[in-house]
């Protein structure tokens, strides 16, 4: 099997406000407009109040406008950009666990692990799982040179992406006054947000 091909994918990076539904709002958003999401990371930035996704569709580039300003109408959301079409760095995770029940599969895997940027972080008797940290077509082909020996769980987080250089994603966004005494309250254990 050959590698995954990418040229039908694009990188979609929204700043959000870190809310309960904001993620429900988005991914019903993909799914009227019947577009799969390949991949979907989350996670908070420097600024507690702002999270960053970065959502990997299965789509042309002539959807990248019409998806970045369908999401740029939704409520919690504060900025939205299409990497595709900048310098940027992905990279995705992936955690592999492959049979190592003989010294033909140690060797193999050892051998494999030392051409890529993967490294072995635990060892069974009979499994070992590999990380492995890259680009979305290097984890694949590296994938397919692990299969033969035995592929027993994986797990993968998804692309995350970020400009390079001085292409700096970020905002000067404020909660409104009001929701954030709300969750400095919560986060203090006096209060929930509601």
């Known amino acids: 099997m050959a590698a995954m091909k990418v040229e039908n994918k694009m990188t979609v990076v929204a700043l959000v406000e870190n809310e309960p539904g904001v993620l429900n709002r988005i991914a019903s958003l993909f799914r009227r407009r019947a577009f799969n999401i390949d991949s979907l990371t989350v996670g908070r930035t420097h600024r507690p109040h702002i999270s960053r996704m970065t959502i990997r569709v299965v789509a042309g580039p002539e959807y990248a406008k019409k998806i970045a300003t369908n999401l740029q109408k939704l409520v919690n959301v504060i900025d939205v950009r299409v ?3 900048e310098p940027h760095v992905e990279r995705d995770l992936a955690l592999i666990k492959v049979r190592n029940d003989d010294t033909e599969s140690r060797n193999t895997i050892t051998e494999i692990c030392d051409r890529y940027p993967a490294r072995i972080i635990d060892v069974g008797t009979e499994v070992v799982i590999i990380e492995m940290v890259g680009t979305e ?3 694949e082909n590296f994938i397919e040179e692990v299969r033969p020996t035995g592929i027993v769980e994986m797990i993968r987080t ?3 992406s970020m400009g390079r250089g ?4 970020d905002s000067d966004f404020q909660r409104p006054a009001l929701t954030q005494a709300a969750a400095e ?3 203090n254990g006096n209060g929930r947000i509601v």
């Open 137 to 139: 077509s290097i984890i």
């Open 83 to 85: 990497l595709d079409n």
């Open 158 to 160: 998804g692309v995350v």
């Open 166 to 169: 001085t292409r700096i994603h």
């Open 185 to 187: 309250q919560a986060a």
